[in-house]
């Protein structure tokens, strides 16, 4: 899962030497909240589309160091990385430098979820299910045993957040005895919070994972 294996080189860095205006189309093209930067054959920062917007009122080159935000991934971070690193940012995409400091790609928000979209956690025939559980008492490996002695197989598990001392826990598995595993989860003191079907439509779905969030921040 190294970041490597996710590098584009789609979109084109800035240059120091580029209007404000040159930048700004790029960014706005892309759909961008910020443009990586280089002056000559080196990475020196990234500048955002609202500092763009303020300087292209200029229409000429400017001096950018004073606007440039320093966040990157090296070539041995991976994606857990760079979901962290968007979100600390908030930016949609963080460009990729090499052991030598030199820039090597970028990656993007769209291709991690694409990337994400084809992991069984998602893609794969199944339900999922949120249950919470005491934080002291969180064990995967008891979690993992409830599904599988209900002949249950396994697609993924992620721990989701912790409110009040108690753990919530998505769960994504194949099996027919769907009740069957909801009722002993519920045996063992976990609290069944939602269930998701993948025939489902969109909309439903959308409208469960928004009563989540809030449930969530509440």
């Known amino acids: 899962?190294?970041?490597?294996?996710?590098?584009?080189?789609?979109?084109?860095?800035?240059?120091?030497?580029?209007?404000?205006?040159?930048?700004?189309?790029?960014?706005?093209?892309?759909?961008?909240?910020?443009?990586?930067?280089?002056k000559g054959l080196d990475f020196i920062g990234n500048i955002s589309e609202e500092d763009l917007i303020e300087l292209s009122f200029e229409n000429k080159t400017v001096d950018y160091t004073s606007y440039l935000e320093n966040f990157f991934l090296t070539d041995s971070s991976n994606l857990l990385d760079a979901i962290q690193m968007m979100y600390t940012n908030q930016a949609n995409i963080l460009p990729?430098?090499?052991?030598?400091s030199k820039y090597i790609g970028?990656?993007?928000?769209?291709?991690?979820?694409n990337t994400f979209a084809n992991f069984p956690f998602v893609s794969a025939e199944g339900v999922s299910m949120l249950v919470s559980i005491a934080e002291k008492d969180l064990s995967i490996t008891a979690i993992s045993n409830i599904?599988?002695?209900?002949?249950?197989?396994?697609?993924?598990?992620?721990?989701?957040?912790?409110?009040?001392?108690?753990?919530?826990?998505?769960?994504?598995?194949?099996?027919?005895n769907l009740l069957t595993i909801g009722e002993t989860f519920e045996r063992y003191g976990y609290q069944v919070i939602q269930k998701f079907y993948n025939d489902e439509k969109q909309e439903l779905l959308q409208s469960r994972y928004a009563q989540l969030l809030k449930y969530m921040n509440t």
């Not at 990729?96 to 030598?100: D, F, L, R, T, V």
């Not at 826990?169 to 099996?175: Q, R």
């Open 1 to 38: 899962m190294y970041i490597t294996e996710y590098i584009s080189n789609e979109i084109k860095p800035g240059k120091f030497g580029y209007s404000p205006n040159q930048l700004l189309e790029v960014v706005q093209e892309n759909k961008l909240t910020h443009l990586p930067m280089f």
């Open 96 to 100: 990729i430098i090499n052991e030598h």
């Open 106 to 113: 970028s990656i993007t928000e769209n291709d991690i979820i």
């Open 147 to 176: 599904i599988e002695a209900n002949n249950g197989k396994i697609l993924g598990i992620l721990i989701v957040g912790y409110k009040e001392d108690s753990a919530y826990v998505l769960l994504k598995f194949s099996s027919s």
